[in-house]
């Protein structure tokens, strides 16, 4: 267990729509970052935030957005899905130069 | 720009084999490096964690080195058995910009029994 949880588990959404995946970090943690990772791919970094501003952000479009919140949770956003949005989306959180802890991913399917 | 390559894609051994992961990358400036095991539909769990300082780490019967000199990390497993067959990711900490993780695109492990 890492203490890093993620919701929904599985979200079917259809192409067009507008789409919201929640992360709850651990305590104390101030950094989470967002991984995409498509079907036999390693993850992509899609963003990170640190106490609540984006911090950097990797080649995606501005569709994907992010909030983080004081109480260790953050969310993504994704807006007018793609089917290349289809993929395994990851939180992480962590003291950056440090372990990374991975919470257990949210499947998106786009149809 | 960082890349990481991980070889072989895929690999089938009989159980009780020792075996060997292969990780490179392109830029020897890292944090760190993290190997992970992914189930298949599951998310990443944590193997184990080198700093840059390090040359090594172990945890039971893994073994995973890095040479930063030669942009090369090995994940050595002992006696390998079937629970053991999933998919390998190493990732490396990157330094460039915002701190993250570039991963590779993993090994994925089939241990017979």
């Known amino acids: 267990e890492t203490g890093v949880t993620q919701s929904p588990t599985h979200l079917i959404k259809t192409r067009g729509q507008q789409v919201t995946l929640r992360c709850s970090s651990q305590?104390?943690?101030?950094?989470v970052s967002w991984y995409q990772q498509a079907l036999g791919q390693g993850p992509q970094f899609i963003f990170q935030?640190?106490?609540?501003?984006?911090?950097g952000r990797g080649n995606f479009p501005p569709r994907f957005s992010g909030l983080q919140f004081p109480n260790y949770s953050s969310e993504l956003n994704v807006n007018a899905l793609e089917l290349d949005d289809s993929a395994l989306y990851l939180c992480?959180?962590?003291?950056?130069?440090?372990?990374?802890?991975f919470g257990p991913g949210t499947r998106l399917t786009v149809t | 720009k960082q890349e990481v390559t991980q070889i072989p894609a895929a690999l089938s051994v009989p159980e009780g084999e020792n075996l060997v992961l292969n990780c490179s990358f392109t830029?020897?400036?890292?944090?760190?490096l993290q190997w992970f095991r992914q189930d298949p539909g599951k998310g990443l769990t944590s193997l184990l964690l080198?700093?840059?300082?390090?040359r090594e780490q172990t945890s039971g019967r893994l073994n995973a080195s890095l040479d930063k000199s030669s942009g090369r990390s090995t994940l050595y497993i002992a006696a390998s058995q079937p629970g053991d067959s999933a998919t390998y990711l190493c990732?490396?900490?990157?330094?460039?910009?915002?701190?993250?993780?570039?991963f590779g695109t993993g090994t994925r492990l089939k241990v017979l029994a």
């Open positions: 935030y640190y106490r609540e501003e984006e911090n």
């Open positions: 830029d020897s400036a890292i944090y760190n």
């Open positions: 992480a959180s962590g003291a950056p130069g440090y372990e990374q802890y």
């Open positions: 080198i700093q840059s300082s390090q």
């Open positions: 990732a490396v900490g990157d330094t460039s910009g915002t701190y993250k993780y570039i």
């Open positions: 305590s104390g943690h101030n950094t």
